[in-house]
């Protein structure tokens, strides 16, 4: 199977007429190569912040579209965590109806524009596309993220209109994906809205965590703008628990909504660990991306390095890596204990990294750190690991072999994995929690231990996507729309 | 309930030097006068381009809805507050209160140690521990008389207070630490004591109540971004064991802590900062008034809007 990084794809001259899909054969839509989508080269862009993919022309949209063969049960929507009518936005694309695609896609995802450019769609919707059967997949991901730059560019997004006031409040703790989310919701059913952010700006990671070059934070900005318009209240810089109690919060508040992320950097607890130079990856990214390290404007200092080795195999550890080296690194190592096959990073970051001279150091893993007279990371002494039976995630688990190799390096960033922030849980009686301090939320409704009190997003599913966070967001604020129209609690089913 | 972005939050209310380099900010904040503790901090941003920077909360106003911040000018941030931002002006965000509260009760007798601009985080402690009916007794010191803060305000806060300076121009000649030893010689031994100034004042009064067998407090002061838990900058050793002092403290056992590791990470940025700084000074050398002109040609230029 070819992937999107065939650079040498044609686009075929098809006769694209205004308003109506070119009349085509499912054999000629089959023949129609994947397109591919025009990026900053790499010898650019490790110079520059700026976004790597530039975005569809519209005939390239159009005939990218036209690859879909409009199945009787298309599949690509079960690969979809919310269900997007694909073929429906598909169609619209192919007829050039872009305005009347967007409506269509915004039915089941209000941050498609988002969702478009970070969703894992080789692992989702264009997994189960028919298409990638024989051929490379419909890049539904690709043209989901045209169709919603195309509205906003065009000024053509609809606002988000409120609905009949009900009279009722619901406040939302944590201004990420899910919370977002449940905010535009609540506010179309009529609610009034709250959302409180621990941080001065919101979007949770979308802001703090993933790279401009992947996600500019215009867009995050504007949906954040769109919410503010349809009167969502916003507040930055409180800390529900330490500002504000959530038993404040339900005396006030007819309905909460906890979406407070997993924020919760995790470390090895390796000799030497706490040397400077050796940032969580969360530290790292918040440095450059909230607090725009990279400008010299900016008063929030980042390390300067020359050798980077980043730990983790996941999206986080891609980006530290490649912000490492636009900061300006010589050198950076990627270390991960298995293989390029268990890696969990999205395909297309992983291969940006590489085009970007991003050094693989495959089943390795740090076991100590040392550091010079300053006390900075000088080195990091790695294990060489063989991968052995398979473990619980199904992946084969990496056994240590008493090989060592020695890492040159002045920086050290840890992707390793967040847990759940405790600041809540810790200040809230009677909110039962996992063993590793997750929310507790019922499957179906997102209802917690508390009468009154909804979770979603990382802080129960633990370090997920953005597409799982904003479908949570959705299922909470329909189960609060129910709750606050009939004031029935039913028993909760919590799960694990 | 209030929140953050009511009309007047985040205003500098008043505003004092009370020495040369240390100013006193009252910055209204409803919410977090309500619930703030002993012990716990806020998170600041002057401007919208400023870094976040910590502060303790030294006092603070429930009736009033504002906190009290004592801050001693140490480079570009602390500079910018000192010297930019005038009463009527509104701070960019001030987050908190932060941390865990000092655990405060009944023990019997309490040494509380402050130095320089450490006395200020103390006195609220101070006043916690007498209002639980504590004996307390305070060693404040300074390098010299003019760098003494809240002489006053220690004075009836303790029972009984000790002054030291470094070069004797007031009280007695010395460092907190012989100040101390004379307390215990000359009282006994406390059940507590509570140490809060410079790290190498804080580790110095370790050792010595380490060696007397005296428990002891200090509150720790890294390097810290967001203040929530989320990045880990602000990690110490404490009993060989990882802590994030912002969510874990920002007090810990003095008996534990890993003093030369949190030197060593404080000092991590000292060339960029003291870069900063002396851009600042080269900037601004005329005080306050040019410095707001300044700030908003800056401000054009860079097209940057100050919310
Ligand atoms: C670097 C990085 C890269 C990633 N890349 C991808 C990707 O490519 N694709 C993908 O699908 N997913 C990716 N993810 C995962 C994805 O970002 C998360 O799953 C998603 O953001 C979770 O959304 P959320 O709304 O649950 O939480 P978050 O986005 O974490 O937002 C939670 C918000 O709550 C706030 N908060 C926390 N506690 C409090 C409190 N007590 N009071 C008030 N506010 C509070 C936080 O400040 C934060 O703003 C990435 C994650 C990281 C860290
Ligand atoms: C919990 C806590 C409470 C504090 N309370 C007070 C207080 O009540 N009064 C007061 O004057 N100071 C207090 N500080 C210290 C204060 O935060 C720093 O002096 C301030 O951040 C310096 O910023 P700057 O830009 O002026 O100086 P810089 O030139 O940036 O740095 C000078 C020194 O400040 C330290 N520092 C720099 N940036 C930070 C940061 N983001 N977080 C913490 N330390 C930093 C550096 O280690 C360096 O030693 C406290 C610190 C902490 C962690
Ligand atoms: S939201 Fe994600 S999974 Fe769903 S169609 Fe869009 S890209 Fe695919
Ligand atoms: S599975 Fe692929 S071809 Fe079929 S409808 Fe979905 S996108 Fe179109
Ligand atoms: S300051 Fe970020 S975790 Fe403490």
Same mark, same amino acid.
């Given at each position: ?8 794809? &044609? ?193 949770? +990671? ?55 992320? $997993? ?16 940032? =969580? ?5 918040? *440095? ?27 999206? &986080? ?29 999205? +395909? ?66 840890? $992707? ?81 | ?34 619930? *703030? ?49 005038? +009463? ?55 390098? =010299? ?30 460092? &907190? ?69 912002? &969510? ?8 534990? +802590? ?29 005080? $306050? ?19």
């Amino acid at each position: 199977m070819s992937t999107a990084h065939d650079k040498a794809v &044609v686009t075929p001259k098809i006769d694209l007429p205004a308003g109506a899909e070119p009349k085509l054969s499912n054999k000629e839509r089959m023949a129609i190569p994947r397109q591919v989508m025009p990026e900053q080269s790499a010898e650019e862009r490790i110079y520059n912040f700026l976004e790597v993919p530039l975005g569809f022309e519209e005939n390239v949209a159009r005939i990218e579209a036209l690859r879909c063969i409009k199945c009787k049960k298309p599949t690509c929507i079960d690969g979809c965590p919310v269900g997007i009518n694909i073929p429906g936005f598909l169609e619209k694309i192919a007829e050039g109806d872009f305005e009347g695609g967007a409506r269509v896609l915004k039915q089941d995802n209000i941050l498609p524009a988002i969702c478009g450019r970070v969703c894992p769609q080789e692992e989702q919707c264009e997994k189960q596309c028919i298409v990638g059967k024989k051929n490379a997949p419909v890049a539904i991901g690709r043209l989901e993220r045209f169709l919603a730059d195309w509205e906003r560019e065009h000024n053509k997004v609809q606002p988000l209109v409120p609905g009949e006031p009900t009279g009722k409040k619901v406040a939302i703790v944590g201004a990420g994906p899910a919370g977002l989310t449940a905010a535009a919701d609540l506010v179309r059913f009529g609610h009034k809205v709250v959302l409180y952010e621990a941080l001065h700006k919101p979007g949770g +990671v979308l802001v703090y965590g993933i790279p401009e070059f992947r996600l500019p934070k215009k867009i995050v900005e504007f949906e954040v703008q769109q919410l503010e318009k349809a009167g969502v209240e916003l507040h930055n810089s409180v800390v529900i628990g330490q500002t504000i109690t959530m038993t404040e919060l339900q005396e006030t508040y007819d309905a909460i909504f906890v979406a407070t992320g $997993a924020g919760l950097p995790y470390f090895m607890n390796l000799p030497g660990e706490n040397l400077n130079g050796i940032y =969580s990856a969360n530290e790292y990214l918040t *440095r450059v991306n909230l607090m725009k390290a990279y400008d010299p404007d900016s008063d929030t200092p980042v390390a300067k390095s020359k050798n980077v080795a980043v730990v983790g195999g996941g999206n &986080v550890a891609m980006d530290g890596a490649r912000t490492a080296k636009r900061l300006g690194a010589d050198n950076v190592y990627l270390v991960y204990r298995r293989t390029r096959k268990e890696m969990p990073a999205r +395909v297309e970051e992983v291969e940006h990294a590489e085009e970007e001279g991003i050094k693989f150091f495959f089943l390795h893993s740090p076991i100590r750190y040392e550091g010079d007279a300053q006390g900075r990371v000088c080195k990091a002494i790695c294990e060489r690991m063989e991968l052995g039976e398979p473990d619980a995630s199904g992946r084969r688990r990496p056994v240590p072999t008493g090989e060592y190799v020695d890492l040159e390096v002045d920086t050290v960033i840890v $992707a390793i994995g967040n847990g759940p922030n405790p600041l809540i849980p810790r200040t809230t009686e009677g909110l039962d929690t996992k063993k590793w301090g997750n929310i507790k939320a019922e499957k179906a409704t997102g209802r917690t231990s508390l009468r009154g009190v909804w979770a979603g997003g990382d802080i129960v599913l633990g370090a997920a996507t953005v597409i799982l966070a904003m479908g949570a967001g959705r299922t909470a604020a329909k189960s609060i729309d129910d709750y606050l129209k009939t004031g029935d609690w039913p028993e909760v089913t919590l799960d694990g | 309930m209030t929140a953050n972005q009511d009309a007047g939050e985040s205003v500098l209310v008043a505003k004092e030097f009370l020495s040369s380099k240390v100013t006193k900010y009252v910055v209204r904040a409803r919410d977090i006068a309500r619930r *703030r503790r002993p012990g716990q901090f806020v998170i600041v941003r002057s401007f919208a381009e400023s870094e976040r920077i910590p502060l303790t909360i030294a006092d603070g106003d429930e009736q009033e809805g504002t906190i009290t911040l004592i801050v001693q000018e140490v480079g570009k941030s602390t500079a910018e507050m000192a010297h930019m931002m005038r +009463v009527g002006d509104r701070f960019a965000d001030v987050l908190g209160p932060l941390g865990m509260p000092t655990h405060i009760e009944k023990v019997g007798r309490v040494i509380a140690v402050g130095g320089g601009i450490g006395i200020a985080p103390l006195h609220p402690i101070v006043q916690g521990f007498r209002k639980a009916e504590n004996e307390v007794i305070g060693i404040i010191g300074a390098r =010299s008389r003019d760098l003494l803060i809240m002489e006053e305000e220690m004075k009836r806060a303790c029972h009984r207070l000790r002054i030291v300076t470094d070069d004797g121009s007031y009280g007695d000649k010395g460092l &907190v630490t012989d100040a101390l030893r004379a307390e215990v010689e000359a009282s006994g031994k406390p059940a507590l004591c509570v140490a809060i100034g410079p790290l190498v004042m804080m580790q110095a009064v370790s050792k010595v109540t380490k060696e007397l067998g005296i428990k002891t407090l200090v509150s720790l002061n890294p390097v810290m971004v967001d203040g929530t838990g989320m990045c880990g900058g602000c990690r110490v050793t404490v009993h060989n064991e990882t802590k994030f002092v912002c &969510v874990d403290g920002p007090e810990f056992d003095a008996h534990g +802590v890993d003093f030369d590791e949190l030197r060593r990470r404080q000092a991590f940025y000292a060339p960029q900062e003291r870069g900063a700084y002396d851009l600042f000074l080269k900037k601004h050398p005329f005080g $306050a008034e040019h410095c707001k002109v300044h700030r908003l040609v800056d401000e054009a230029q860079r097209g940057k809007e100050a919310k």
